[in-house]
Protein backbone atom coordinates (compact mmCIF):
# COMPACT_ATOMS: atom_id res chain seq x y z
CA UNK A 1 0.00 0.00 0.00
CA UNK A 2 0.96 3.69 -0.78
CA UNK A 3 1.10 6.01 1.91
CA UNK A 4 1.61 9.97 1.67
CA UNK A 5 3.05 11.46 5.06
CA UNK A 6 2.78 15.40 5.23
CA UNK A 7 4.75 17.58 7.51
CA UNK A 8 3.99 19.56 9.63
CA UNK A 9 0.11 18.98 10.28
CA UNK A 10 -0.47 22.22 11.19
CA UNK A 11 1.25 25.41 10.57
CA UNK A 12 0.55 29.28 11.76
CA UNK A 13 2.94 31.99 10.56
CA UNK A 14 2.57 35.62 10.10
CA UNK A 15 2.04 37.66 6.39
CA UNK A 16 5.17 37.91 4.08
CA UNK A 17 6.87 35.06 6.23
CA UNK A 18 8.05 31.77 4.08
CA UNK A 19 7.35 28.57 4.93
CA UNK A 20 7.41 24.87 3.78
CA UNK A 21 5.85 21.83 3.17
CA UNK A 22 6.61 18.36 3.14
CA UNK A 23 5.36 15.37 1.45
CA UNK A 24 7.03 11.93 2.02
CA UNK A 25 6.47 8.25 1.19
CA UNK A 26 8.80 4.97 1.10
CA UNK A 27 6.95 4.55 -2.79
CA UNK A 28 7.62 5.83 -5.88
CA UNK A 29 5.47 7.78 -7.27
CA UNK A 30 5.46 8.32 -11.31
CA UNK A 31 3.75 11.30 -10.48
CA UNK A 32 2.34 13.35 -7.51
CA UNK A 33 -0.19 16.22 -7.03
CA UNK A 34 -0.65 19.20 -5.02
CA UNK A 35 -4.21 20.12 -3.93
CA UNK A 36 -5.16 23.54 -1.94
CA UNK A 37 -8.55 22.98 -0.07
CA UNK A 38 -10.86 26.06 1.39
CA UNK A 39 -13.39 24.74 4.25
CA UNK A 40 -16.65 24.34 2.34
CA UNK A 41 -14.65 23.47 -1.27
CA UNK A 42 -13.31 20.47 -2.75
CA UNK A 43 -9.57 20.17 -3.48
CA UNK A 44 -8.51 22.73 -6.35
CA UNK A 45 -5.33 21.05 -8.57
CA UNK A 46 -2.37 23.47 -7.79
CA UNK A 47 -0.21 21.12 -10.22
CA UNK A 48 1.51 17.86 -11.02
CA UNK A 49 5.10 16.84 -10.88
CA UNK A 50 6.63 13.97 -13.10
CA UNK A 51 9.95 13.87 -13.41
CA UNK A 52 12.05 13.28 -10.68
CA UNK A 53 14.24 16.70 -9.83
CA UNK A 54 11.51 18.52 -11.54
CA UNK A 55 11.05 21.99 -9.83
CA UNK A 56 7.49 23.90 -10.75
CA UNK A 57 6.58 27.62 -9.79
CA UNK A 58 3.32 29.06 -9.61
CA UNK A 59 3.65 32.72 -8.54
CA UNK A 60 5.51 32.42 -5.03
CA UNK A 61 4.54 28.67 -5.04
CA UNK A 62 7.65 26.23 -5.64
CA UNK A 63 6.72 22.53 -6.01
CA UNK A 64 9.74 19.95 -6.02
CA UNK A 65 9.82 16.34 -6.74
CA UNK A 66 12.64 14.72 -4.77
CA UNK A 67 15.08 12.79 -7.35
CA UNK A 68 13.91 9.40 -6.99
CA UNK A 69 10.23 10.19 -7.25
CA UNK A 70 9.28 9.25 -3.49
CA UNK A 71 9.19 13.01 -1.83
CA UNK A 72 8.05 16.10 -2.48
CA UNK A 73 8.00 19.88 -1.67
CA UNK A 74 6.07 23.21 -1.62
CA UNK A 75 7.67 26.67 -0.87
CA UNK A 76 5.64 29.68 -0.44
CA UNK A 77 7.84 33.02 -0.40
CA UNK A 78 5.90 35.82 1.05
CA UNK A 79 2.76 34.15 2.79
CA UNK A 80 -0.19 35.98 2.43
CA UNK A 81 -3.97 35.32 4.29
CA UNK A 82 -5.29 34.53 0.46
CA UNK A 83 -3.17 31.47 1.10
CA UNK A 84 -4.99 30.10 4.47
CA UNK A 85 -5.99 26.68 3.54
CA UNK A 86 -5.73 22.91 3.59
CA UNK A 87 -3.08 21.70 1.58
CA UNK A 88 -2.87 18.44 0.21
CA UNK A 89 -0.66 16.04 -2.09
CA UNK A 90 -1.42 13.11 -3.77
CA UNK A 91 -0.51 10.15 -5.82
CA UNK A 92 -1.15 6.88 -7.47
CA UNK A 93 -2.99 7.29 -10.82
CA UNK A 94 -6.76 6.62 -10.92
CA UNK A 95 -7.39 5.71 -7.39
CA UNK A 96 -5.82 8.82 -5.69
CA UNK A 97 -3.95 8.01 -2.19
CA UNK A 98 -3.77 11.15 -0.19
CA UNK A 99 -1.44 13.07 2.44
CA UNK A 100 -3.33 13.45 5.69
CA UNK A 101 -2.85 17.32 4.81
CA UNK A 102 -0.78 20.35 6.23
CA UNK A 103 -3.11 23.18 7.15
CA UNK A 104 -2.10 26.32 6.77
CA UNK A 105 -2.89 29.59 8.46
CA UNK A 106 -1.37 33.08 7.46
CA UNK A 107 -2.24 35.78 9.74
CA UNK A 108 -2.11 39.62 8.74
CA UNK B 1 -21.43 22.76 -16.52
CA UNK B 2 -18.47 24.70 -15.63
CA UNK B 3 -17.35 22.16 -12.91
CA UNK B 4 -18.18 19.27 -11.05
CA UNK B 5 -21.55 19.59 -9.10
CA UNK B 6 -22.52 18.10 -6.60
CA UNK B 7 -25.92 17.37 -4.49
CA UNK B 8 -27.36 18.08 -1.63
CA UNK B 9 -24.94 20.09 -0.27
CA UNK B 10 -25.56 18.49 2.50
CA UNK B 11 -27.61 15.79 4.15
CA UNK B 12 -28.87 14.68 7.46
CA UNK B 13 -30.15 11.91 8.49
CA UNK B 14 -31.46 8.82 10.51
CA UNK B 15 -29.20 5.85 11.19
CA UNK B 16 -30.40 3.24 9.75
CA UNK B 17 -31.99 5.21 6.50
CA UNK B 18 -30.89 5.20 3.24
CA UNK B 19 -29.18 8.23 1.13
CA UNK B 20 -28.41 8.68 -2.36
CA UNK B 21 -25.76 11.50 -3.28
CA UNK B 22 -25.37 13.44 -6.57
CA UNK B 23 -22.46 13.97 -9.18
CA UNK B 24 -22.81 15.91 -11.93
CA UNK B 25 -19.03 15.83 -13.76
CA UNK B 26 -17.59 18.32 -15.86
CA UNK B 27 -18.50 17.85 -19.78
CA UNK B 28 -16.44 15.59 -21.47
CA UNK B 29 -14.72 13.91 -18.85
CA UNK B 30 -15.09 10.20 -19.46
CA UNK B 31 -13.41 9.19 -15.51
CA UNK B 32 -15.92 9.93 -12.62
CA UNK B 33 -14.03 9.03 -8.89
CA UNK B 34 -15.22 8.95 -5.48
CA UNK B 35 -13.51 9.20 -1.99
CA UNK B 36 -14.66 10.46 1.57
CA UNK B 37 -13.24 12.91 3.38
CA UNK B 38 -13.32 12.20 7.19
CA UNK B 39 -11.20 13.86 10.57
CA UNK B 40 -9.93 10.52 11.53
CA UNK B 41 -8.67 9.20 7.78
CA UNK B 42 -8.23 12.35 5.70
CA UNK B 43 -9.61 11.51 2.00
CA UNK B 44 -10.22 7.95 0.97
CA UNK B 45 -10.87 6.69 -2.44
CA UNK B 46 -14.40 4.84 -2.90
CA UNK B 47 -15.07 3.91 -6.13
CA UNK B 48 -13.97 5.07 -9.81
CA UNK B 49 -15.98 3.99 -13.24
CA UNK B 50 -14.10 4.93 -16.84
CA UNK B 51 -16.55 4.85 -19.47
CA UNK B 52 -18.22 1.82 -20.16
CA UNK B 53 -16.01 -0.12 -18.32
CA UNK B 54 -16.68 -1.65 -15.14
CA UNK B 55 -16.39 0.25 -11.70
CA UNK B 56 -12.95 -0.43 -9.73
CA UNK B 57 -14.72 -0.61 -6.40
CA UNK B 58 -12.03 -1.64 -4.53
CA UNK B 59 -12.69 1.46 -1.72
CA UNK B 60 -16.02 0.76 -1.05
CA UNK B 61 -15.69 -0.21 2.71
CA UNK B 62 -18.61 -2.43 2.90
CA UNK B 63 -21.56 -3.92 0.46
CA UNK B 64 -23.84 -0.70 2.10
CA UNK B 65 -22.48 1.10 -0.09
CA UNK B 66 -22.86 1.26 -4.17
CA UNK B 67 -22.67 3.67 -6.78
CA UNK B 68 -23.69 3.64 -10.50
CA UNK B 69 -23.32 5.86 -13.40
CA UNK B 70 -25.87 6.14 -15.86
CA UNK B 71 -25.41 7.09 -19.33
CA UNK B 72 -21.58 7.72 -18.93
CA UNK B 73 -22.62 11.71 -17.18
CA UNK B 74 -24.48 11.50 -13.66
CA UNK B 75 -23.71 8.93 -11.07
CA UNK B 76 -24.94 8.27 -7.72
CA UNK B 77 -23.68 7.42 -4.69
CA UNK B 78 -25.95 5.32 -2.39
CA UNK B 79 -25.57 4.11 1.33
CA UNK B 80 -28.18 1.67 2.78
CA UNK B 81 -28.53 1.17 6.09
CA UNK B 82 -26.78 4.56 7.30
CA UNK B 83 -24.23 4.45 10.22
CA UNK B 84 -22.75 6.98 12.35
CA UNK B 85 -19.65 6.04 11.09
CA UNK B 86 -20.78 6.68 7.84
CA UNK B 87 -20.72 10.37 8.78
CA UNK B 88 -18.51 12.86 6.19
CA UNK B 89 -17.84 14.54 3.19
CA UNK B 90 -18.56 12.82 -0.05
CA UNK B 91 -16.51 13.88 -2.53
CA UNK B 92 -16.96 13.29 -6.42
CA UNK B 93 -14.11 13.88 -8.76
CA UNK B 94 -13.90 14.00 -12.87
CA UNK B 95 -11.07 13.56 -15.21
CA UNK B 96 -10.26 13.31 -18.96
CA UNK B 97 -8.74 9.82 -19.58
CA UNK B 98 -5.84 10.75 -21.10
CA UNK B 99 -4.86 12.38 -17.61
CA UNK B 100 -6.68 10.38 -14.79
CA UNK B 101 -4.28 11.87 -11.80
CA UNK B 102 -5.89 15.64 -12.96
CA UNK B 103 -8.85 15.24 -10.99
CA UNK B 104 -11.35 17.89 -11.07
CA UNK B 105 -13.32 17.90 -7.50
CA UNK B 106 -17.07 19.26 -6.68
CA UNK B 107 -17.78 20.77 -3.39
CA UNK B 108 -19.22 17.70 -1.74
CA UNK B 109 -21.37 16.46 0.53
CA UNK B 110 -21.96 16.46 4.01
CA UNK B 111 -23.70 13.66 5.37
CA UNK B 112 -24.74 13.64 9.12
CA UNK B 113 -25.93 10.59 10.46
CA UNK B 114 -27.83 11.42 13.54
Redesign the interface.
Known sequence: TQLLEQSPQFLSIQEGENLTVYCNSSSVFS?L?W?RQEP??????LV?VVTGGEVKKLKRLTFQFGDARKDSSLHITAAQPGDTGLY?C????????????TILRVKS | GAGVSQSPSNKVTEKGKDVELRCDPISGHTALYWYRQSLGQGLEFLIYFQGNSAPDKSGLPSDRFSAERTGGSVSTLTIQRTQQEDSAVYLCASSLWTSPTEQFFGPGTRLTVL
Open positions: SQYGEGPVLTLAGGGNKLVFGAG
